[in-house]
T-cell receptor, first 116, second 120 residues
Framework: SQQGEEDPQALSIQEGENATMNCSYKTSINNLQWYRQNSGRGLVHLILIRSNEREKHSGRLRVTLDTSKKSSSLLITASRAADTASYFCATDVGPISNFGNEKLTFGTGTRLTIIP | DAGVIQSPRHEVTEMGQEVTLRCKPISGHNSLFWYRQTMMRGLELLIYFNNNVPIDDSGMPEDRFSAKMPNASFSTLKIQPSEPRDSAVYFC??????????????????FGNGTRLTVT
C-alpha cells in the first residue's frame, strides 16, 4: 500500500476560496514534501517540511506536519484557476546517509479543480 | 537552467520490441531517479543513481527492465522485450546531494516532463 495517501482524492472549489488537502503516512519520516503536477507534465516541488518542524509557509501555501498523527496538510489560500492540478505528498523515509534524498515515496494524489 | 530533459515524449511500440528512454539531468545534480506513473499504481520508484552508481534497483519490476548511467549527464531506461502492461508514463528526476540540517536532508526532486509509453 502507499506510504502516503492524500485525502480527498478530488476537490473542486470556486476561485478565491481556500483549498485544503491532507496526507497520511505510515512510518517515521525524515521530511515530507509536497509536489504539484499539471496535466501532461512532470511534478514540480512546492515545499518541504522537516520532521522537527510543525508549520511552514511559502507564498499562498501553508503546510503543517503532525508527526504524532503521521499526517500533513497543504493549504492553498485565495485559489486561482492556475492552481488546478494534482497535488502529491512525498515522504523521505530512507536512512540518513551520504546519499541525500533516498526512497522518496509518493502518495496517491489529490486532483484539485478551481472553478473560475 | 534547461531542467531535466527526457526523450522521446511519446513512444508507441509493439509488444516484444525494445524500448529505450533517455534522460539528461540538471547539470551539477548527482542523484538521478526513474519513476513510473500509472492510474492503478500511482508513482513508483524504479531505480536511483548517485554519482552515476546504481544505489537501489529494488523497484525495477522485472529483468526485462535495465537502467544505465554512463556519465553524469545521461541515463537510459531500457525495456526488452516490452509488454502491454509496461504502458505508463516514465519520469526521470534529478537532485543535488542534500546537506544535512537537523534530522534530514533538503534536496527536492526536479522532474522531466516524462515519456508516455504505449505498448500495443
Amino acid at each position: 500500500s502507499q506510504q502516503g495517501e492524500e485525502d480527498p482524492q478530488a476537490l473542486s472549489i470556486q476561485e478565491g476560496e481556500n483549498a485544503t488537502m491532507n496526507c497520511s503516512y505510515k512510518t517515521s519520516i525524515n521530511n515530507l514534501q509536497w509536489y504539484r503536477q499539471n496535466s501532461g507534465r512532470g511534478l514540480v516541488h512546492l515545499i518541504l517540511i522537516r520532521s522537527n518542524e510543525r508549520e511552514k509557509h511559502s507564498g499562498r501555501l501553508r503546510v503543517t506536519l503532525d508527526t504524532s498523527k503521521k499526517s500533513s496538510s497543504l493549504l492553498i489560500t485565495a485559489s486561482r484557476a492556475a492552481d488546478t492540478a494534482s497535488y502529491f505528498c512525498a515522504t523521505d523515509v530512507g536512512p540518513i546517509s551520504n546519499f541525500g534524498n533516498e526512497k522518496l515515496t509518493f502518495g496517491t494524489g489529490t486532483r484539485l479543480t478551481i472553478i473560475p | 537552467d534547461a531542467g531535466v530533459i527526457q526523450s522521446p515524449r511519446h513512444e508507441v511500440t509493439e509488444m516484444g520490441q525494445e524500448v529505450t528512454l533517455r534522460c539528461k539531468p540538471i547539470s551539477g545534480h548527482n542523484s538521478l531517479f526513474w519513476y513510473r506513473q500509472t492510474m492503478m499504481r500511482g508513482l513508483e520508484l524504479l531505480i536511483y543513481f548517485n554519482n552515476n552508481v546504481p544505489i537501489d534497483d529494488s523497484g525495477m519490476p522485472e529483468d526485462r527492465f535495465s537502467a544505465k548511467m554512463p556519465n553524469a549527464s545521461f541515463s537510459t531506461l531500457k525495456i526488452q522485450p516490452s509488454e502491454p502492461r509496461d504502458s505508463a508514463v516514465y519520469f526521470c528526476a534529478s537532485s543535488s546531494k542534500g546537506f544535512r540540517t537537523g534530522s534530514s536532508y533538503n534536496s527536492p526532486l526536479h522532474f522531466g516532463n516524462g515519456t508516455r509509453l504505449t505498448v500495443t
